[in-house]
């Protein structure tokens, strides 16, 4: 089973974007305002995985979207050929891979717009979009059969 908790830092998704719930607006912070995207010396950031960073509270890895999604992605690794499609095309960064091998869905960022099934090209394909409330054992149990070419 795919763990949810994939690859993330203690902080990663610990806020949750809300209206109105002890959020600046952009009018509310003044000229000159510095807002760090990483705690300390960020000077080699390009060189850490995204787990391995120190994010501050200002950075969205520390936000959570997961609420705004009514489907979302599963994906099943026994069908994936780590071709990095999805990783490439995704608009919200919420694939998560390593090593150029594809390990599954950030689901604090994931908003569910489907590019990542559209791009997959295996058959059948490695990552289906289930209702938001889908159990990920029992999406993975109805996944269909690979579909015979038709002559
Ligand atoms: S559904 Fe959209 S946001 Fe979520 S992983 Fe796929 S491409 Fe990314
Ligand atoms: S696009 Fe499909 S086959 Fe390629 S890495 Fe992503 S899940 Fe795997």
Known sequence: MQDLKLCAQDNRGIHELEAG????????????SVLPSFEGDASNIVH???EER???DYNSYTATVASW??????FNIDVCIDCQNCWVWCPD???????????????????????C?????????SLLMFSEQ????????????????EK
């Not at 099934?117 to 394909?125: D, F």
Request: charged share 35%.
């Open 21 to 32: 719930k002890d959020l600046f607006g952009w009018h509310e912070v003044t000229q000159g």
């Open 48 to 50: 850490l995985k995204a």
């Open 54 to 56: 120190n994010y501050s």
């Open 69 to 74: 999604r009514v489907k979302k992605p599963v």
């Open 93 to 115: 960064s919420s694939i998560i891979s390593r090593d150029k091998q594809m390990l599954g869905i950030d689901y604090d960022h994931c908003k569910g717009c489907e590019v």
């Open 117 to 125: 099934v559209e791009v997959c090209p295996t058959n059948p394909k």
């Open 134 to 149: 889908e159990e990920l054992e029992t999406a993975l149990s109805q996944w269909p059969e690979k579909k015979k070419k």
